[in-house]
C-alpha cells in the first residue's frame, strides 16, 4: 500500500466542540444597555432586570454626588443615543435644553460668558441654538433662555426639514441654584411659590413677555415651553394664563412643585390637618360656586394637557401623583397651606390644580432627594415611566361642588 492511500485510509480526528449553555451570549455582539435577551429562563431575565436597575441607581447616585461640574460635560453624562424617530426624544431634549439653561448661569458666575461651548453642547445634538436670554430683575441672574431650531445646524446632520417632534421656539426655565450669587433671589421666588403667591415670582413678568413674543412671531404651535422645579413652576404659570387666552401651548415640567401634607404619621396631627382641610375645602366650594371667573378658567384648562414628570419619591413634586389618583375627594385639591390661608381669610392662587395633565411617572429610580427631584433622570435613555393622562370635565367639576355643599349642609344641621 502507498503511503498516499495509508493517509488518506487514516481517519481524521473530530474536534471536540464545547456545547454552549441556554443562555450564552457572544461577548463580541455588543447590545443596548437595556437589551434583555427573549432566551433567558424566567429567574435569569428577572435577574438581569433587577442587575439593569441597580445599575441605573448607582450612575444617578454618581452623577449626584459629582455636584454640578459632572452635569456641564455632555459627554460625560449626556445622552448617547440621539435620534428624531426615538420614542422619547422629546422628553429628553426638553431636560437638555433645561440643563442649558443652569449652565448658562453658572458660567455667567463663574465669569466665562454666557454663550459657552458647554452650554451648546446640549443644545446642538437637537439642532437648537441660543437666540435669548432670560434675566432675573431682581438680580441679573440667568433664569432662562430661549432657544431656536436651526436650519444649519440641521444640514451638519444631514437632516433637510424640523421634525415634527421638535418646535421651532423652546423657552428654557431653570431651577434653584445654591450658590451665593443668586441664592437669596431663588430662595425668595421659592418662599412666593410655598405661600402660593406665585404673582409675587420676581421672573414672572419677564417669562410671559418673552413667551407672548415668541408667540405673535412664531404661532403659540412652534413653541414649547419647558422648566424643572421652580422653572416648571413658572412654565406652568405662564402655560396656564396662555391657556386662559385659548391658547393651548405645549409644557413640559421637571419635578412641577407642588406643597403638601398628604401623609402624616402622627395620628393627633393627621386628624388636626383633616379638620382644617374640610373646613377650608367647604369654604373654597362655597366660594367658587360664586366664582365665574374661576369656573370660566377651570373650562378653559379642560382642554389643555400640560406634560408632568413627576418622581414618587420626590417630596417636592410627588403629591401631583396622589393628587390626580385622588380627585374623587376635593380636598386633595388644596395643600395644607392653602387650607391655612383659607381660613385666615386670605385666598391663595392655587396654580397647581389642573383639571387635566399627562403625567410621567418614575417610581424605580432612587429614593434620595438630590437623586429623586434631580434633572439628569429625565435625559436617561433607560429611564421607565409609567404614563397616565387625567381628564376632569365641566361636569365632574359641578358634581363636586354640589357635593361639598351637601357637606356644609349635613356639616351645620349637626350642630
Known amino acids: 500500500m502507498s503511503c498516499s492511500k495509508k493517509a488518506e485510509s487514516r481517519a481524521k480526528p473530530k474536534k471536540e466542540t464545547s456545547k454552549q449553555p441556554e443562555n450564552y451570549i457572544n461577548p463580541s455582539v455588543r447590545f443596548p444597555e437595556n437589551y434583555i435577551n427573549p432566551f433567558l429562563t424566567k429567574n435569569a431575565m428577572n435577574q438581569q432586570i433587577r442587575r439593569g ?4 441607581e448607582l450612575k444617578l447616585k454618581s ?26 426624544v422629546k422628553r429628553i431634549s ?6 442649558a439653561a443652569y449652565i448658562l448661569e453658572i458660567y455667567r458666575q463663574r465669569a466665562m460668558g454666557a454663550n459657552t461651548p458647554a452650554a451648546s453642547a446640549w443644545c446642538e445634538p437637537f439642532n ?3 437666540k435669548h436670554l432670560l434675566l432675573s430683575p431682581a438680580d441679573g441672574s440667568i433664569f432662562g433662555a430661549v432657544f431656536v431650531w436651526s436650519c444649519l445646524s440641521a444640514l ?27 441664592i437669596i433671589s431663588d430662595l425668595r421666588d421659592d418662599f412666593n411659590l410655598i405661600l402660593q403667591q406665585i404673582n409675587k415670582v420676581s421672573r414672572l413678568d419677564e417669562a410671559l ?8 412671531e412664531y404661532g403659540a404651535q412652534n413653541v414649547s415651553l419647558a422648566g424643572h422645579s421652580l422653572g416648571a413652576a413658572i412654565a406652568l404659570k405662564v402655560g396656564r394664563i396662555m391657556a386662559e387666552e385659548g391658547l ?30 374640610e373646613s377650608a375645602a367647604r369654604r373654597l366650594a362655597k366660594g367658587r360656586k360664586d366664582d365665574a371667573h374661576a369656573q370660566a378658567a377651570f373650562i378653559a384648562l379642560q382642554k389643555w394637557f400640560p406634560n408632568l414628570y413627576i418622581n414618587v419619591y420626590d417630596p417636592v413634586s410627588c403629591n401631583y401623583f396622589y393628587y390626580f389618583r385622588a380627585r374623587q375627594s376635593f380636598t386633595a385639591h388644596s395643600s395644607i397651606i392653602n387650607s391655612l390661608l383659607y381660613l385666615l381669610g386670605r385666598k391663595p392662587e392655587p396654580h397647581h390644580l389642573l383639571p387635566s395633565a399627562n403625567l410621567f411617572i418614575n417610581s424605580t429610580g432612587p429614593r434620595e432627594f438630590k437623586v429623586a427631584h434631580g434633572l439628569y433622570q429625565w435625559w436617561s435613555e433607560d429611564t421607565q415611566l409609567q404614563t397616565e393622562q387625567y381628564s376632569l ?3 365632574e367639576f359641578a358634581d363636586l361642588v354640589n357635593k361639598f355643599d351637601e357637606v356644609t349642609v349635613s356639616g351645620s344641621s349637626h350642630h
Do not use: W
Not at 451638519?156 to 443668586?182: C, E, K, L
Not at 413677555?209 to 405673535?216: A, E, G, L, P, Y
Not at 421637571?254 to 393627621?270: H, I, R, Y
Open 248 to 277: 393651548n401651548m405645549d409644557v413640559h415640567l421637571f419635578n412641577p412643585p407642588f406643597f403638601s401634607l398628604v401623609s402624616v404619621k402622627d395620628e393627633k396631627l393627621g386628624i388636626f390637618i383633616h379638620k382644617i382641610r
Open 53 to 56: 436597575a441597580r445599575d441605573r
Open 156 to 182: 451638519r446632520h444631514f437632516q433637510f426639514h424640523r421634525p415634527t417632534v421638535f418646535p421651532a421656539i423652546v423657552i428654557a426655565f431653570r431651577g434653584t441654584i445654591f450658590s451665593p450669587a443668586n
Open 128 to 130: 437648537y441654538k441660543l
Open 94 to 99: 426638553m431636560a437638555c435644553l433645561v440643563n
Open 209 to 216: 413677555r418673552v413667551t407672548k413674543q415668541m408667540v405673535r
Open 63 to 88: 452623577m449626584a454626588d459629582a455636584g454640578v461640574d459632572s452635569l456641564i460635560d455632555f459627554n460625560a453624562t449626556g445622552p448617547k443615543n440621539i435620534h428624531a424617530n426615538s420614542p422619547n
Open 393 to 395: 370635565n365641566v361636569q
